[in-house]
């Protein structure tokens, strides 16, 4: 029996997409039409990003703990959250939960350091951006990460607030998001990681001036393979 998922969401597009990868990629270990049992605690995003705004990890770990233990009650065995944003509290969590977390800056990191890429640029809301959750992941693989500048982080972040969180996907912010990417390549990136789960949506392998790093899509299939051993 496949081990029960259980994802936090808390941006719609993002948590749909991180499900949807899940149920689609599950035929090739389950077989046609099968997937593992999946249950989503949705808890509203203005909640999450009151805590973000104010660097309030405590706070923010508390209500994704409450969450998880709610998917125990619901019999998931591990706990996924597509929001790279809310890993920033990863390490509060246990103070509040005994439901195991995968972390999503782990599957990145795998996909990475098998890719045999050095140095990666970062992409997210300001808060994943400046608050160093890859750059400190990188660390231990010898990897560097690279941030945008000042400007063009302010135009990811209203980017991904303004339009993509809402499933606007709008032409005029896939170029500017491109013209960023070109930006870290020619700082010498050779990859870049779409650290929010909803610039899957507007950025991929097909428009990206280097090749991106699906952060949404990655933790979905780190949760498949550990769902189906």
Request: aromatic share 6%.
């Given at each position: 029996?496949?081990?029960h998922?259980?994802i ?6 993002g948590?749909?997409?991180?499900y949807?990868t899940?149920c689609l ?13 999946i249950?989503?605690s949705?808890?509203p ?16 770990a508390?209500s ?12 998931a ?5 597509p ?8 390490h ?7 439901m ?6 782990e599957a ?28 400190n992941y990188?660390e ?6 690279i941030i945008?500048?000042?400007d063009?982080?302010k ?15 709008l ?11 070109n ?5 010498h990136c ?10 899957p949506?507007?950025i ?5 001036p280097?090749?991106?790093l699906?952060?949404t899509r ?12």
């Amino acid at each position: 029996m496949a081990k029960h998922i259980g994802i936090v969401a808390s941006s719609s597009e993002g948590a749909s997409l991180c499900y949807r990868t899940i149920c689609l990629e599950a035929s090739a270990y389950m077989g046609e039409h099968n997937h593992p049992e999946i249950t989503m605690s949705s808890v509203p995003l203005a909640e999450h990003l009151t805590y973000i705004k104010s660097a309030d990890w405590i706070g923010l770990a508390k209500s994704m703990a409450y969450a998880a233990n709610k998917l125990a009650d619901a019999g998931a065995d591990f706990v996924i959250c597509p929001d790279n944003t809310n890993h920033l509290a990863f390490h509060q969590l246990s103070q509040f939960t005994d439901m195991p977390f995968m972390h999503i800056a782990e599957a990145v990191m795998l996909e990475a350091t098998q890719k045999k890429y050095q140095k990666i640029g970062i992409l997210g809301t300001k808060f994943l951006m400046e608050g160093m959750l890859y750059q400190n992941y990188m660390e231990p693989y010898d990897l560097t990460g690279i941030i945008p500048e000042e400007d063009d982080r302010k135009t990811v972040n209203r980017i991904i607030f303004e339009e993509l969180v809402k499933g606007k996907v709008l032409a005029p912010s896939q170029l500017q998001l491109i013209e960023i990417i070109n930006k870290l390549k020619d700082q010498h990136c050779d990859a870049v990681i779409l650290g929010c789960t909803e610039l899957p949506l507007i950025i991929d392998s097909q428009n990206a001036p280097i090749p991106p790093l699906d952060s949404t899509r990655l933790l979905a299939r780190a949760a498949l393979k550990k769902a189906v051993g």
